[in-house]
């Protein structure tokens, strides 16, 4: 069997696609993979930006494989370091992740959707959570959408199970940008590239301050920050006076990540 998870670098850009036919639906091994391959990702400091999306113009991913349900697999089982689909659970990731939706985000390929930074979807992509028909609860779903969106659309779209359009989502704010179909991926690579070249170390504290201060009071979230080893890096960094000088100069920074 081939691998369900397809990667490519170019650079500092890691493009991973999730291809199992006919709906990108993810089991225990192929969510190892993913963690896997986030994990490295995470860890590797020659790549700076990743952009996830699925293969196909139909499905992004259809979520949790319930055929492999069918056939014996627990709701508890091992889906490796990430967590279901690889992103959710995985600790200290920093590094900004597009997500490029070609169709069908639902169950928890919604889910690993929203565990993305940036996201960019086909104008033909549609959106659910239909555990609800199912019997079973969108777990991480229930914890994250709400502050995504409105909390009342949230639970709505949490009760119902129904279908949400690109234009819905992105008029509450669950996608950044709606694009033709043909330009999802060139799309998501100018964001990527434009990422690239920016300073990393922001990059990572932005995501970090973000994570850590999610559900922290204001006066307490200041602490958290000032707390956290990548804002103090930032602080302390070359990158800071290479922006400064840049900045009093007129010129192009040279970032180094230092």
């Not at 397809?6 to 999730?18: A, F, N, Q, S």
């Not at 992509?125 to 659309?153: C, M, Q, S, W």
Request: hydrophobic share 40%; with cysteine; glycine share 8%.
């Amino acid at each position: 069997m081939s691998n369900p998870i397809k990667i490519k670098k170019d650079g500092p850009i890691l493009e991973v696609t999730i291809d199992r036919p006919k709906a990108n639906a993810i089991d225990s091994k192929t969510s190892i993979i993913l963690g896997d391959v986030f994990a490295e990702f995470r860890d590797d400091d020659n790549l700076r930006v990743a952009i996830l999306t699925g293969a196909g113009e139909k499905f992004f991913s259809a979520g949790w494989d319930l055929k492999a349900v069918s056939e014996g697999e627990a709701a508890d089982a091992d889906y490796g370091v990430g967590g279901f689909g690889g992103l959710q659970e995985l600790p200290q990731m920093n590094k900004p992740i597009i997500g490029a939706i070609n169709g069908i985000a639902c169950g928890g390929g919604l889910e690993i959707m929203i565990s993305t930074d940036i996201i960019v979807a086909a104008e033909h992509a549609t959106f659910a959570l239909p555990e609800i028909n199912v019997g079973v609860i969108a777990d991480a779903a229930t914890i994250k959408l709400r502050r995504r969106i409105p909390y009342h659309v949230a639970v709505e779209f949490l009760m119902t199970g129904r279908w949400m359009d690109v234009k819905e989502a992105k008029h509450w704010g669950l996608i950044n940008e709606i694009v033709p179909s043909k330009d999802l991926l060139k799309r998501a690579r100018e964001i990527a590239n434009n990422i690239a070249k920016g300073p990393n170390l922001i990059y990572s504290s932005i995501k970090e301050v973000l994570r850590e201060t999610e559900n922290v009071d204001e006066q307490p979230a200041f602490q958290t920050l000032r707390s956290l080893e990548s804002v103090k890096k930032v602080y302390g960094s070359k990158d800071l006076v290479e922006g400064a000088t840049s900045f009093v100069k007129k010129s192009s920074p040279k970032w180094k990540g230092e």
